[in-house]
């Protein structure tokens, strides 16, 4: 294990811009990024796709059998891409059909568990960014470089409307919002891994950061702990 690479895990409410400042700042470092709720994400997907019923323990434990999730760097965009048993759906997770379903797929005890040990696995020779709900107070409680993402509500709304807009212009604002506030409401008080900030997280709130403040944040925090 190579002594100067560390763990860096990014937490926090949904469209805070988790993704773009990990995937940022792992290109800065020449770390891996590993998009966690991508890989939640895509489990919803199979299980929409193959009509799971996710409240029956049996046949999540049967679905979760047959996916097999993997990232690859895409060299065009640099960016990591998730491949679903072979397809890759990076963009097809991002349809509101997914985002209405998948807070409940996560808050499923067995699939968590699934996620969590893949999870896990890709962080055993360190050096990555990881961002999702649950990565520094379960994934890697011990990770050296903990940031707990938030901004508000209005703010978080407009982004998340704006990058399903591209995609779905029939789409509403009101019912971006709706979306939202019950993903905010099920990571938050799901028995399993609810999302909360760890003791040992440093907060950003970024509702009046740009993109290069937010980046330059974390990679005066990162080259600090590599320092140490």
């Known amino acids: 294990m190579n002594p100067k690479k ?15 400042l990990a995937q940022d ?3 800065e470092l020449n770390y891996l990024y590993i998009d966690s709720g991508a890989m939640y994400r895509a489990i ?5 796709r193959n009509h799971i019923d996710w409240t029956k323990s049996g046949a999540v434990k049967t679905a979760l059998k047959n996916i097999e999730l993997e990232f690859t760097f895409n060299p065009e965009t640099r960016r990591s891409e998730i491949f679903l048993n072979g397809e890759n759906v990076e963009y097809v997770i991002r349809d509101l059909v997914v985002a209405e379903k998948v807070s409940e797929v996560a808050a499923v005890k067995a699939v968590r568990t699934f996620a969590v040990a893949q999870q896990r696995k890709m962080g055993k020779q360190k050096g990555i960014v990881m961002d999702g709900r649950d990565i520094g107070t379960v994934v890697f409680p011990k990770a050296e470089l903990k940031i707990f993402m938030t901004a508000d509500i209005m703010v978080r709304v407009e982004r998340r409307f704006k990058e399903m807009f591209a995609r779905n212009p029939n789409i509403t604002i009101e019912e971006v919002k709706a979306n939202v506030e019950m993903r905010d409401y099920i990571d938050s008080h799901r028995d399993v891994s609810p999302l ?3 003791s040992d997280a440093i907060e950003l709130d970024n509702s009046n950061m740009t993109k290069e403040d937010q980046l330059q944040f974390a990679l005066d925090l990162a080259r600090k702990k590599l320092r140490a």
């Open 6 to 20: 560390i763990i860096i895990t990014i937490d926090g409410f949904t469209s805070c811009g988790k993704s773009t």
């Open 44 to 48: 919803t997907l199979y299980f929409l």
């Open 25 to 27: 700042l792992a290109r």
């Open 196 to 198: 909360r900030m760890a």
